[in-house]
Nanobody, 124 residues
Framework: QVQLVESGGGVVQAGGSLRLSCAASGRTFSSYCMGWFRQAPGKEREFVAA????????RYVDSVKGRATISRDYAKNTMYLQMNNLNPEDTAVYYCAADPTYYKLYGLGSADYWGQGTQVTVSS
């Protein structure tokens, strides 16, 4: 059974940084892609970033480009999202997701597997 467990959320002041982690288990992810999504109160879920496990290629939503870095630790089956220069608009529940298809994550905003989410709150 695939499990995705997020950690690293919290409260941070505007301009600060956070690193989110997503620990994956239950299968081999070498052929998978993983990504981060977020959902703010009253808004639809939004794609944030994705990484293809096999070659490390990445994609980002425009609003986080230059402020976020997605990465993966192949040996630990863990994905990370480093976010810098956070602003109140980044406040949301951040979800980890995994799917065999790269485009399904960043293009369709869908995935076979989801984590439970971790809250990120940026205070002004």
């Amino acid at each position: 059974q695939v499990q995705l467990v997020e950690s690293g959320g919290g409260v941070v002041q505007a301009g600060g940084s956070l690193r989110l982690s997503c620990a994956a288990s239950g299968r081999t992810f070498s052929s998978y892609c993983m990504g981060w999504f977020r959902q703010a109160p009253g808004k639809e879920r939004e794609f944030v970033a994705a990484v293809r496990w096999s070659d490390g290629s990445t994609r980002y939503v425009d609003s986080v480009k230059g402020r976020a870095t997605i990465s993966r630790d192949y040996a630990k089956n863990t994905m990370y999202l480093q976010m810098n220069n956070l602003n109140p608009e980044d406040t949301a529940v951040y979800y980890c997701a995994a799917d065999p298809t790269y485009y399904k994550l960043y293009g369709l905003g869908s995935a076979d597997y989801w984590g439970q989410g971790t809250q990120v709150t940026v205070s002004s």
